[in-house]
C-alpha cells in the first residue's frame, strides 16, 4: 500500500499534490477512515513529501488528528514518531532532507512491530545518498527531552516564562531578545534595541512586559504583545548582569558588574534607590513574594538580604568558596537556594541565616536555579552542560538532564511546575519534561568530546578517544561497548590502529602516546618523548613506525618493535595537530597552526616540501590509497584536495559553514568524509568536489572514519556522542 501511495502522488499534478497532502488527513478524520488514514501517516513517502510542501508543522499536528481515533497499540506508535518529528523540527526547518536520518535516530530505540515496519520502509529509502543511522543517535521521543529552540545567533544567557505557561522569553549574546511559543517552537517576535549582550531578563506578573539587563549598562523594558520598547533605564556604572520585578510589577531590582543593586521606579523610570556593600559583581538578584525583601549573589561569595523601602542590608550568607551565580527565592519567601563556582547549590534559612543544606553533584559551576511553584523541587544549570532536578526536603538528586552541548546559563520552570526551560551557551533554549518519572537511556558515547575514532582493518570493531581521559572499544555489529581504557591522566587526543587489529596507538594532553592491547585492554607500553600535548598519531601500513605530532611543534617516528624514539622532525612554527603516512612508508605528511602542511622524509628526516593554501590552521588530513593525494581540513571552514608529489592544490572543496575538524578517504580514494564544527558530517566526491550526502548531528563533529566496505561510518561528536553509519543510496 504505501509504495504505491508514494507513487501514487509524485505522479498528480502539483497543485493537485499539495491539495491532497493538505487536506486528505483532515477528511480521512472527518469520515474515520481509520485504516486508510493509519496507512497515509505510516507512510514514509507521504511525510516526506508533506514536509517538504507544507511544513513540519502541518505534519505533526496531522497525528493529532489521528491519536483520538487509533487503537491504544497504534497510538503509542503514532505519539513515537509525532514526539520524534517535534524533536527534530528545528533540524527539519533548516533541512527536510535529513528526515530519513532524524526519524532512524529516534525510532531505533524502540521494537514495538508497527516501529519495526516502519524503520524498515525507512530504511529502503533510495531517492539520494545519505547516512543511515545502524544504531540510536538522537535523544529518543520517550526521553525528557519535549523541544529544542533555535533561533539565536550567540549564547542564550537567560530565560523566562510567562505566567500562563505558553511563551518563554530569552536573552542573547546577539543583543536580542527573542518571544517564544513553547507549543510550536517558533519565535513569536525578536525584540532589539541593545548594543551589547543580554544577560539579564524578568518578566511581570501580567506577563505583557519584560526587563532586560545588558553589557551596555542598561536595562530596557519592553510590551511583549508589539516588541515595542517602552523605555530605557541608565544608571550603573558596567554591565547590568541580573533583574528581578516585584510582585506588583511596578518596580524593579537590577545587579550589576559595579558591584551595586539599583530599584527603579517602572512607571516614571526614576531610580529610586541604590544599595552597596558587594565586593565584587552582583550576578543574580530574586524578590520575596511579598515585594519587601530583596536577596543578591556576588562574585564576592557572598548573599546579602536587603529590605527594599529603606535599602538597609539586614543579613550576608555566607559558606560557598566560589563566586554565587545564581539563586531562587522558595514561593513561601521563608528559604532560598543558591548555585556557585564552587559547583553545590545551598539551602537557607532567610530569618536565620542559617545554611540548611548543600546539594553536591554537578561537575562545574552551577550557574543556575529555579524552584517549582509547590517549592518542593528544583532545578539547576551547569557548566557541565547539564541541569538537574533536586528534592528541597531530602536534598535528593532526582533526575540529571543531558542534551546542551555547551554550559548552561539559565532555567526556568513552568507555573504547573511540569516543564523546564534552559538557555546554554551553543545558542539553543531546550524545553524538558519535569514529570516524566522514567528515561529510556539515550546516550552512546563519552561523558566528554570525542576526539578521535578508528575501525580495526575487519571492520569488527571501532575505538574513541575522548576528553573524558578514556577510550572505549566498540562492536560495529551491535553498537555495544567492549571496554573501556583507562590510564591517560588528560584528554586524550587521537588514535590509531596497527594493521594487525591487536594493537592501538594513543596520544593525551599529558605529553604522553601509550599502547594498548585490544583484546585485553591492558596498556602495554607509555612512550615519552613530547614536551607538550600530543595531538596527532599515524601507523605505517606495515605497523613498523609510527608518527606523531604535538603541540612542541615536532613530529617524532617510533620504532613500533623497540618503541623507541627513531628521529624528530622539526620545521613547524606552531602546534602539529594532524599526521599521516603514505602507503609505501616513505613519507610522512602533517598539517600545523601555522596554516601550512609538510611532507617529510621518513629516512632521512628532511622536509621535502611545504603546502600553502589554507588561511588559518590545519586540522585535520588523510592521504588517498595510491598514496598521490592528500585532503586536509581546516579552520578555515575548507578542505583542500593536494598533490602529494607537486604540492599543488588540485581542489577546494567549499560547503562547510565552521571549521572542518576531521576528514578521512574511502578506500577506492574516489570519496571523502568530512567533519565539522557546523554540527554536520559531509560525504563528497573528490572527483568533482560536490557535496554527496549530509547528516546534522547533535553537536560539532569531531572525528570520523570509515571502514574497508566503504560503507560503514563512524564518528564523534562534541558532546560525546558516537555515531554508526552506513552510507545508502
Excluded at 13 to 33: C, M
Amino acid at each position: 500500500m504505501t509504495q504505491k501511495l508514494t507513487h501514487w502522488l509524485t505522479e498528480q499534478l502539483p497543485e493537485d499534490r499539495l491539495h491532497v497532502l493538505r487536506h486528505q488527513p483532515i477528511y480521512l478524520a472527518e469520515i474515520k477512515d481509520i485504516k486508510r488514514l493509519v496507512d497515509w501517516l505510516m507512510d514514509f513517502g507521504f511525510l516526506e513529501q508533506k514536509l517538504a510542501n507544507v511544513g513540519i508543522r502541518a505534519l505533526i499536528d496531522d497525528y493529532d488528528l489521528a491519536l483520538s481515533l487509533v487503537s491504544p497499540g497504534q497510538q503509542r506508535v503514532f505519539q513515537l514518531i509525532q514526539k520524534s518529528l517535534l524533536m527534530s523540527s528545528h533540524i527539519l526547518e533548516e533541512d527536510n532532507s535529513q528526515l530519513a536520518e532524524q526519524l532512524l535516530g529516534r525510532l531505533l530505540y524502540f521494537s514495538e512491530p508497527g516501529i519495526k515496519d516502519f524503520i524498515e520502509q525507512v530504511k529502503q529509502y533510495q531517492e539520494r545518498s545519505w547516512f543511515c543511522p545502524l544504531f540510536p543517535c538522537f535523544d529518543s521521543p520517550d526521553g525528557v527531552l519535549i523541544r529544542t529552540l533555535v533561533g539565536h545567533g550567540d549564547s542564550v544567557n537567560a530565560v523566562a516564562i510567562t505566567p500562563d505557561g505558553r511563551a518563554g522569553v530569552s536573552a542573547s549574546g546577539d543583543t536580542t531578545l527573542k518571544l517564544w511559543n513553547l507549543k510550536t517552537g517558533r519565535v513569536v517576535r525578536s525584540l532589539q534595541g541593545h548594543t551589547c549582550r543580554v544577560l539579564a531578563l524578568a518578566i511581570s506578573p501580567s506577563g505583557k512586559r519584560a526587563i532586560s539587563g545588558s553589557y551596555d549598562n542598561t536595562l530596557k523594558m519592553w510590551d511583549l504583545r508589539t516588541g515595542e520598547e517602552l523605555r530605557t533605564f541608565a544608571g550603573h556604572g558596567d554591565w547590568v548582569t541580573a533583574v528581578a520585578m516585584t510582585p506588583d510589577g511596578k518596580r524593579a531590582l537590577s545587579g550589576s558588574k559595579d558591584t551595586t543593586l539599583r530599584l527603579w521606579d517602572l512607571v516614571t523610570g526614576e531610580e529610586i534607590r541604590t544599595f552597596t556593600g558587594h565586593g565584587d559583581l552582583v550576578a543574580a538578584v530574586a524578590i520575596t513574594p511579598d515585594g519587601k525583601r530583596a536577596l543578591s549573589a556576588s562574585f564576592d561569595k557572598t548573599l546579602k538580604l536587603w529590605d527594599l523601602q529603606t535599602g538597609e542590608e539586614l543579613r550576608t550568607f555566607a559558606g560557598h568558596e566560589g563566586s554565587v551565580w545564581a539563586l531562587a527565592i522558595t514561593p513561601n519567601g521563608k528559604r532560598a537556594l543558591s548555585g556557585s563556582f564552587d559547583q553545590t547549590l545551598k539551602f537557607w534559612d532567610l530569618q536565620t541565616g542559617e545554611e540548611l543544606r548543600t546539594f553536591a553533584g554537578h561537575e562545574d559551576s552551577v550557574n543556575a536555579v529555579a524552584i517549582t511553584p509547590d517549592g518542593e523541587r528544583a532545578l539547576s544549570g551547569s557548566f557541565d552542560k547539564t541541569l538537574k532536578l533536586w528534592d528541597l526536603q531530602t536534598g535528593e538528586e532526582l533526575r540529571s538532564f543531558a542534551g546542551h552541548r555547551r554550559w548552561v546559563w539559565d532555567v526556568a520552570i513552568t507555573p504547573d511546575g511540569k516543564q523546564g526551560l534552559s538557555g546554554s551557551f551553543d545558542q539553543t533554549l531546550k524545553l524538558w519534561d519535569l514529570a516524566t518519572e522514567e528515561e529510556l537511556d539515550c546516550f552512546l558515547g563519552h561523558s566528554d568530546a570525542i576526539s578521535a575514532v578508528a575501525i580495526t582493518p575487519n571492520d569488527r570493531w571501532a575505538l574513541s578517544a575522548s576528553y573524558d581521559e578514556t577510550l572505549k572499544l566498540w562492536d560495529l555489529q551491535t553498537g555495544q561497548e567492549l571496554r573501556c581504557f583507562v590510564g591517560h591522566s588528560d584528554w586524550v587526543r587521537t588514535v590509531a590502529i596497527t594493521p594487525d587489529g591487536k594493537r592501538a596507538l594513543s596520544g593525551s594532553e599529558d605529553t604522553t602516546l601509550k599502547l594498548w592491547d585490544l583484546e585485553s585492554g591492558q596498556e602495554l607500553f607509555s612512550l615519552t618523548g613530547h614536551t607538550d600535548p600530543v595531538r596527532a598519531v599515524a601507523i605505517s601500513c606495515d605497523g613498523k613506525w609510527a608518527l606523531s605530532g604535538s603541540e612542541d611543534n615536532t613530529l617524532k617516528l617510533w620504532d613500533m618493535r623497540t618503541l623507541k624514539e627513531i628521529r624528530s622532525f622539526m620545521g613547524h612554527d606552531d602546534s602539529v595537530s594532524a599526521v599521516a603516512i603514505t602507503p609505501d612508508g616513505r613519507w610522512g605528511l602533517s598539517g600545523s597552526e601555522d596554516n601550512t602542511l609538510k611532507l617529510w622524509d621518513l629516512q632521512t628526516g628532511l622536509e621535502v616540501r611545504s603546502l600553502v593554501g589554507h588561511r588559518r590552521w590545519v586540522d585535520a588530513l588523510a592521504i588517498t590509497p595510491d598514496g598521490q593525494q592528500a585532503l586536509s581540513g581546516s579552520f578555515d571552514d575548507t578542505l583542500k584536495l593536494w598533490d602529494l608529489l607537486t604540492g599543488r592544490e588540485v581542489r577546494s572543496l567549499v560547503a562547510h559553514r565552521r571549521s572542518v575538524n576531521a576528514v578521512a578517504v574511502t578506500p577506492d580514494g574516489k570519496r571523502a568524509l568530512s567533519g565539522s564544527f557546523d554540527d554536520t558530517l559531509k560525504l563528497w566526491d573528490l572527483n568533482t568536489g560536490t557535496v554527496l550526502a549530509k547528516l546534522i548531528t547533535s553537536s560539532s563533529v569531531r572525528c570520523c572514519a570509515i571502514a574497508s566496505d566503504g560503507c560503514t561510518v563512524v564518528a564523534g561528536d562534541g558532546g560525546g556522542q558516537i555515531y554508526f553509519l552506513t552510507i545508502q543510496g
